[in-house]
């Protein structure tokens, strides 16, 4: 499954209120040995994936991110 993400400059409260007033998701991204990358998903586009995915098959699913 491919999922769009773009990345996050700042990580304050008032920016995490403003993303989710207009249905965005926060996300960290882990990498041993890497930085983490602090990013959004778009509510919408996760929203049309997840229906995509059979019932109980979530924790399986791999996405791809752009």
């Known amino acids: 499954?491919?999922?769009?993400?773009?990345?996050?400059?700042?990580?304050?409260k008032s920016q995490l209120t403003e993303m989710r007033a207009k249905k965005n998701i926060p996300?960290?991204?882990y990498g041993k040995g890497r930085e983490n990358i602090i990013a959004e998903v778009s509510?919408?586009?996760?929203a049309r994936v997840l229906r995509r995915i059979p019932q109980n098959h979530l924790s399986?699913?791999?996405f791809e991110l752009s």
Request: aromatic share 4%.
């Open 43 to 46: 509510g919408d586009e996760f």
């Open 27 to 29: 996300a960290i991204l």
């Open 1 to 12: 499954m491919k999922l769009s993400i773009v990345r996050r400059k700042k990580k304050s």
């Open 60 to 62: 399986n699913t791999v």
